[in-house]
């Protein structure tokens, strides 16, 4: 069964600094891997997808993310955090076999930026 | 519309009663699905539906559970006699399903439901 692990329950950055994300995957053929951001009290927002073709993905806000199919994972990055950042970031996974298309969600993580 | 719509945005029910939280897709999306996320947790998938019909109810905890599509278009989660386990945000999504699976799905602001 497809699961997504996401290892850090928070990310603290200092405004202007890179940040990192991380997430893993489990997944019985090629993934297709989502990013979501969550703020308080909202829906989820959809940032990027990999699907396939190039290993790094660009998305909304700044943001980027690196597919590595060798070590199962698909961090999200950003060059330089704002403090606006700061919120709940969600990894997915699809499994492309799966005729639902649902997403499976990781745990997620809250990032934290302070200015 | 423009976005994914739900209503309301938030219920408080009494453990036991009934209770139905709807969901308005984007225009022209024929795949809707419905998630329950609690408090620190990430979403869990509760149902899928393509068209009318719901191709997987697979993540549906029990049977006082239940969602309808009758026209393809709006959805409607309905749980029955309520118990404070229940309380959660209750996201709808939609996406345009082409048959082709790298389609992004799209949440709306979710309905907030409170069993006390």
Known sequence: AQSVAQPEDQVNVAEGNPLTVKCTYSVSGNPYLFWYVQYPNRGLQFLLKYITGDNLVKGSYGFEAEFNKSQTSFHLKKPSALVSDSALYFCAVRDPMDSSYKLIFGSGTRLLVRP | ?116
């Open chain 2, 1 to 116: 519309g423009a976005g994914v719509s739900q209503t309301p945005s938030n219920k408080v029910t009494e453990k036991g009663k009934y209770v139905e939280l709807r969901c308005d897709p984007i225009s022209g999306h024929t795949a809707l699905y419905w998630y329950r996320q609690s408090l620190g947790q990430g979403p869990e998938f509760l149902i899928y539906f393509q068209g009318t019909g719901a191709a997987d109810d697979s993540g549906l905890p029990n049977d006082r559970f239940f969602a309808v599509r009758p026209e393809g278009s709006v959805s409607t989660l309905k749980i029955q006699r309520t118990e404070r386990g229940d309380s959660a945000m209750y996201l709808c999504a939609s996406s345009a399903q082409t048959g082709a699976s790298g389609n992004t799905i799209y949440f709306g602001e979710g309905s907030w439901l409170t069993v006390v």
